[in-house]
């Protein structure tokens, strides 16, 4: 329950309200995680909520840790404040995208794979200018490097969590197909679709 509850915190809807006022599910893509705060807020805000988010994933993890907890996995903890953050009792169990917070359980659960997948998802973002493709292409990937850990567990939980997210990003993925969907401002795909926009 407390690993729910403190995956649940709402970071980007609360920093949006009481340091800008703003509610950022009513603007841009009405999602309460990193990007859109970045798209709304401003990269700083987007910074916070992130960082946010990772520690609510890390935090919930070592909670067996901190509580001597020997029977249960932490992965058990870490998954319940993935489900809190995606579905959150403090926002009418609706939430983000889980991507954020799985990285906090990974890092505190595997940090090495953790820095592994961080640099899967920079390197994306800088091929592709496109944080959902990143997130997509970086579960993918990572969840390969796991399988190779043999950790069962780690391995049946990651295979799942990239299936779960590609389903939250549908809509991203409708939209990357069009042609469409938002870029971060900088990174090679946003050069060249500057490059393709006509001039005014």
Same mark, same amino acid.
Request: zero cysteines; a positive charge; proline letters at 4%.
């Given at each position: 329950?407390?690993?729910? %509850?403190?995956? $649940?915190?709402? #970071?980007?809807?609360?920093?949006? !309200?009481?340091?800008?006022?703003? =509610?950022?599910?009513?603007?841009?893509?009405?999602?309460?995680? +990193?990007?859109? @705060?970045?798209?709304?807020?401003?990269?700083?805000?987007? #910074?916070?909520?992130?960082?946010? =988010?990772? $520690?609510?994933?890390? %935090?919930? @993890?070592?909670?067996? /840790?901190? &509580?001597?907890? +020997? /029977?249960?996995?932490?992965?058990?903890?870490? %998954?319940?404040?993935?489900?809190?953050? +995606? &579905?959150?009792?403090? =926002?009418?169990?609706?939430?983000?995208?889980?991507?954020? +917070? #799985?990285?906090?359980?990974?890092?505190?659960? !595997?940090?090495?794979? &953790?820095?592994?997948?961080?640099?899967i998802w920079i390197l994306v973002i800088l091929l592709t200018s496109m944080v959902s493709l990143a997130s997509m292409i970086g579960f993918t990937l990572i969840t390969i490097v796991i399988f190779f850990t043999h950790d069962v567990f780690l391995s049946i939980l990651a295979a799942i969590?990239?299936?779960?997210?590609?389903?939250?990003?549908?809509?991203?993925?409708?939209?990357?197909?069009?042609?469409?969907? #938002?870029?971060?401002? &900088?990174?090679?795909?946003?050069?060249?679709?500057?490059?393709?926009?006509?001039?005014?």
């Amino acid at each position: 329950m407390v690993a729910y %509850l403190l995956g $649940s915190i709402p #970071s980007g809807v609360w920093i949006g !309200k009481v340091f800008f006022h703003v =509610d950022i599910r009513r603007h841009g893509s009405g999602n309460i995680g +990193t990007t859109n @705060t970045y798209r709304v807020l401003g990269p700083i805000a987007g #910074s916070i909520v992130m960082a946010l =988010d990772i $520690s609510k994933g890390a %935090l919930a @993890t070592l909670l067996p /840790t901190f &509580f001597h907890i +020997t /029977t249960i996995s932490p992965l058990v903890f870490g %998954l319940m404040a993935i489900l809190g953050h +995606t &579905f959150s009792i403090f =926002d009418k169990f609706k939430g983000g995208k889980a991507v954020a +917070t #799985s990285a906090g359980m990974l890092l505190a659960y !595997k940090p090495v794979l &953790f820095f592994v997948a961080a640099g899967i998802w920079i390197l994306v973002i800088l091929l592709t200018s496109m944080v959902s493709l990143a997130s997509m292409i970086g579960f993918t990937l990572i969840t390969i490097v796991i399988f190779f850990t043999h950790d069962v567990f780690l391995s049946i939980l990651a295979a799942i969590l990239t299936v779960f997210i590609f389903y939250r990003h549908r809509s991203n993925i409708s939209r990357i197909r069009n042609g469409t969907e #938002s870029m971060v401002p &900088f990174g090679l795909g946003n050069m060249i679709r500057n490059k393709k926009s006509p001039t005014k």
